[in-house]
């Protein structure tokens, strides 16, 4: 088994982590900013998620700074970064404080608990090991728990156990099966996922990122309904692209709303002779379960494509090499 399948494998004990966590106080807050990136990032796409199912609201913010409406709306500002020494996080941790925000951080250290500690802002360190990347149960059960604290959420340990539970199933009983399916289809074609709602949106997004990340491959992501006012219709102009070039897979929820449902039924039938790679469908009752289920199988799927490319899925050389060059650089006009 390599390195990242044995990192994918601790997913379910993460995830029982951040449930049994103590927890530091935070301030109490009507609703969410989450402010990270990356597989850092992830963990507001999956706080969204959740907080959406209970009818509360959770923004993202991947970028610098905090938006313009976060000085008036008064979120609670949960700051995720793994290493602590996201620049663009700390940035947000700035902006935030700078406005008088209420700010929550958690990382596994680095410049991010030192401005905590100096400021006296609610921290909670995440285990440090993984890369962001396979550390998604520590960094967004790490989001959940601080947005609990706020007050914005509830419910969040019994989601976090359940969703530990159904991956564990998946990763003993089907996961790798279907992972290996889907990636057989995406040999040597540009992976593209289709999502069916907010809950496999989240999932498709992460879905694109692992493929990149772990497979080294290029990848993009769409969602029903928006995709049938445009994308259905890029298929059209030239059919070998899609016949010889891409693999589309469907995820599928539980909780799709019935139009969409069959939008999806109807969007395969008209994208004639675009490859479909597979479909895969959630797992699980609570939002955290089915969404966990589908990352899950994503994130197999990606150490596959790797596999079968005959590459390292660890090392992302790229994103070290830019890192390095933006220390010093001054900003620059584009050309």
Same mark, same amino acid.
């Given at each position: 088994?390599?390195?990242?399948?044995?990192?994918?494998?601790?997913?379910?004990?993460?995830?029982?982590?951040?449930?049994?966590?103590?927890?530091?106080?935070?301030?109490?807050?009507?609703?969410?900013?989450?402010?990270?990136?990356?597989?850092?990032?992830?963990?507001?796409?999956?706080?969204?998620?959740?907080?959406?199912?209970?009818?509360?609201?959770?923004?993202?913010?991947?970028?610098?700074?905090?938006?313009?409406?976060?000085?008036?709306?008064?979120?609670?500002?949960?700051?995720?970064?793994?290493?602590?020494?996201?620049?663009?996080?700390?940035?947000?941790?700035?902006?935030?404080?700078?406005?008088?925000?209420?700010?929550?951080?958690?990382?596994?250290?680095?410049?991010?608990?030192? @401005?905590?500690? +100096?400021?006296?802002? $609610?921290?909670? =360190?995440?285990? /440090? !090991?993984?890369?962001?990347?396979?550390?998604? &149960?520590?960094?967004?059960?790490?989001?959940?728990?601080?947005?609990?604290?706020?007050?914005?959420?509830?419910?969040?340990?019994?989601?976090?156990?359940?969703?530990?539970?159904?991956?564990?199933?998946?990763?003993?009983?089907?996961?790798?099966?279907?992972?290996?399916?889907?990636?057989?289809?995406?040999?040597?074609?540009?992976?593209?996922?289709?999502?069916?709602?907010?809950?496999?949106?989240?999932?498709?997004?992460?879905?694109?990122?692992?493929?990149?990340?772990?497979?080294?491959?290029?990848?993009?992501?769409?969602?029903?309904?928006?995709?049938?006012?445009?994308?259905? @219709?890029?298929? +059209?102009?030239?059919? $070998?692209?899609? =016949?010889?070039? /891409? !693999?589309?897979?469907?995820?599928?929820?539980? &909780?799709?709303?019935?139009?969409?449902?069959?939008?999806?039924?109807?969007?395969?039938?008209?994208?004639?002779?675009?490859?479909?790679?597979?479909?895969?469908?959630?797992?699980?009752?609570?939002?955290?379960?089915?969404?966990?289920?589908?990352?899950?199988?994503?994130?197999?799927?990606?150490?596959?494509?790797?596999?079968?490319?005959?590459?390292?899925?660890?090392?992302?050389?790229?994103?070290?090499?830019?890192?390095?060059?933006?220390?010093?650089?001054?900003?620059?006009?584009?050309?």
């Amino acid at each position: 088994m390599s390195v990242m399948r044995d990192l994918i494998a601790e997913l379910p004990a993460q995830l029982r982590w951040a449930a049994t966590t103590s927890l530091p106080d935070v301030p109490p807050a009507a609703e969410g900013l989450v402010i990270g990136m990356g597989g850092s990032g992830f963990a507001g796409d999956v706080a969204a998620v959740f907080a959406d199912a209970q009818g509360k609201r959770v923004s993202v913010h991947k970028g610098y700074g905090i938006p313009g409406w976060a000085a008036h709306a008064r979120p609670v500002v949960v700051a995720v970064s793994h290493s602590g020494n996201t620049e663009e996080t700390l940035s947000g941790v700035k902006a935030a404080t700078a406005e008088g925000l209420a700010v929550a951080t958690t990382s596994t250290g680095g410049a991010l608990a030192t @401005v905590a500690e +100096t400021q006296a802002l $609610a921290y909670l =360190r995440v285990p /440090v !090991g993984p890369q962001p990347r396979a550390a998604a &149960g520590y960094l967004a059960g790490a989001v959940l728990r601080l947005l609990e604290a706020a007050g914005v959420v509830s419910g969040t340990v019994p989601g976090l156990l359940e969703a530990a539970d159904t991956v564990e199933v998946l990763l003993r009983d089907e996961a790798h099966q279907v992972a290996a399916r889907v990636a057989g289809g995406l040999r040597e074609r540009i992976g593209i996922v289709y999502g069916s709602g907010t809950l496999t949106a989240a999932a498709a997004g992460r879905w694109k990122t692992q493929i990149n990340e772990n497979g080294k491959a290029p990848s993009w992501w769409s969602v029903l309904p928006e995709l049938d006012h445009n994308e259905i @219709v890029g298929w +059209t102009a030239n059919p $070998a692209l899609g =016949r010889d070039a /891409v !693999g589309v897979v469907f995820l599928h929820d539980s &909780g799709d709303h019935d139009r969409v449902a069959l939008r999806a039924v109807l969007t395969e039938q008209l994208m004639t002779g675009v490859h479909v790679a597979g479909h895969v469908i959630s797992r699980g009752e609570g939002p955290l379960a089915r969404l966990f289920s589908l990352v899950v199988v994503g994130d197999l799927v990606s150490v596959a494509v790797a596999e079968q490319a005959g590459i390292d899925p660890v090392p992302v050389v790229v994103i070290e090499r830019l890192k390095k060059l933006l220390v010093g650089e001054q900003p620059r006009s584009p050309r």
